[in-house]
Nanobody, 125 residues
Framework: QVQPVESGGGLVQAGGSLRLSCVAS????????MGWFRQARGKEREFVSA????????AYADPVKGRFTISRDGARDTVDLQMNSLKPEDTAVYYC??????????????????WGQGTQVTVSS
């Protein structure tokens, strides 16, 4: 069973930075895409960013474009999200997701089969 596990959330002031990491343990079939989604209190889960196996294809939601950077390490089972110039509206639980056999970068939650438990990011004003 594949289980993504996130780390790196926390509390930061507006304008600050955080780096989220996710390790997808137990992965059997490669290559596959990974992504980050977030859900603020009272709102639906939304796409943040995604990356394919090689790291050569990425996608970002418009609100984070130019501030967030997604990357994948050499082992490919880890994905990081560098978040700079954070804003209070970035406050949410951030979820890591792994696709179950697709290497296509997707903005749709239904295209990802495995989800982490989430890590809280809080940006104070």
């Amino acid at each position: 069973q594949v289980q993504p596990v996130e780390s790196g959330g926390g509390l930061v002031q507006a304008g600050g930075s955080l780096r989220l990491s996710c390790v997808a343990s137990g992965r059997a079939f490669r290559p596959y895409a990974m992504g980050w989604f977030r859900q603020a209190r009272g709102k639906e889960r939304e796409f943040v960013s995604a990356i394919n196996w090689s790291g050569g294809s990425t996608a970002y939601a418009d609100p984070v474009k130019g501030r967030f950077t997604i990357s994948r390490d050499g082992a490919r089972d880890t994905v990081d999200l560098q978040m700079n110039s954070l804003k209070p509206e970035d406050t949410a639980v951030y979820y890591c997701a792994a696709a179950g056999g697709s290497n296509s970068v997707s903005r749709l939650a239904e295209d990802y089969d495995y989800w982490g438990q989430g890590t809280q990011v809080t940006v104070s004003s």
